[in-house]
T-cell receptor
Framework: DAKTTQPNSMESNEEEPVHLPCNHS???????IHWYRQLPSQGPEYVIH???SNVNNRMASLAIAEDRKSSTLILHRATLRDAAVYYC???????????FGQGTTLQVKP | NAGVMQNPRHLVRRRGQEARLRCSPM?????VYWYRQLPEEGLKFMVY????????ESGMPKERFSAEFPKEGPSILRIQQVVRGDSAAYFC??????????????FGPGTRLTVL
């Protein structure tokens, strides 16, 4: 049980921002929110993670709701290379393992 | 800093043979994880190891599968007497285990096992 809910698929136009939502209404206070993505025929790639505050890195931004029951991964300018399956995962440092759901398949149109 | 390395990238075995998949974690990482992705399915956790110890093997099939992470050398995922249903992509990940990004997992390119 991944315990997160994401839309199955989303579409975006190239060079436009993309907001990928994730619901994790049963998240515990110590669970981090991780985002990974998997490009076709490749291994998963770490994107970003956070606990309570919004986070930014060179790949994306993570906006976490104040009640932590949902979060949004933001790609500021989608490129064709961003087409992938994006996984939102809640993780506890006590368990180590990542439980992947079905993720959101992002299509980027030129 | 080289990333997680896995070899072979592709492995073909006949039913009943053994498959050995190797994973070298990122430099400085002491935690290794194995995941399996069956065709058209999601990634499933198999096992979590630290040097010389199995921490969590709750995702490992009860028979024919074993994993190790010795003090020296790569982590090995071993599948004995392979069957067609073992055909999948096997991904290894590593994490530092310490510091701010202690639990951030970095994945290798995977080994694609085909059982004939």
């Amino acid at each position: 049980d991944a315990k997160t809910t994401q839309p199955n698929s989303m579409e975006s136009n190239e060079e436009e921002p993309v907001h990928l939502p994730c619901n994790h209404s049963t998240i515990s206070g110590t669970d981090y929110i991780h985002w990974y993505r998997q490009l076709p025929s490749q291994g998963p790639e770490y994107v970003i993670h956070g606990l309570t505050s919004n986070v930014n890195n060179r790949m994306a931004s993570l906006a976490i709701a104040e009640d932590r029951k949902s979060s949004t991964l933001i790609l500021h300018r989608a490129t064709l290379r961003d087409a992938a399956v994006y996984y939102c995962i809640r993780g506890s440092s006590n368990t180590g393992k990542l439980i992947f759901g079905q993720g959101t398949t992002l299509q980027v149109k030129p | 800093n080289a990333g997680v390395m896995q070899n072979p990238r592709h492995l073909v075995r006949r039913r009943g043979q053994e498959a050995r998949l190797r994973c070298s974690p990122m430099k400085g990482h002491s935690h290794v994880y194995w995941y399996r992705q069956l065709p058209e399915e999601g990634l499933k956790f198999m096992v979590y190891l630290q040097k010389e110890n199995i921490i969590d093997e709750s995702g490992m099939p009860k028979e024919r599968f074993s994993a190790e992470f010795p003090k020296e050398g790569p982590s090995i995922l071993r599948i004995q007497q392979v069957v067609r249903g073992d055909s999948a992509a096997y991904f290894c990940a590593s994490s530092p285990g310490l510091g701010v990004d202690a639990d951030t997992q970095y994945f290798g390119p995977g080994t694609r096992l085909t059982v004939l």
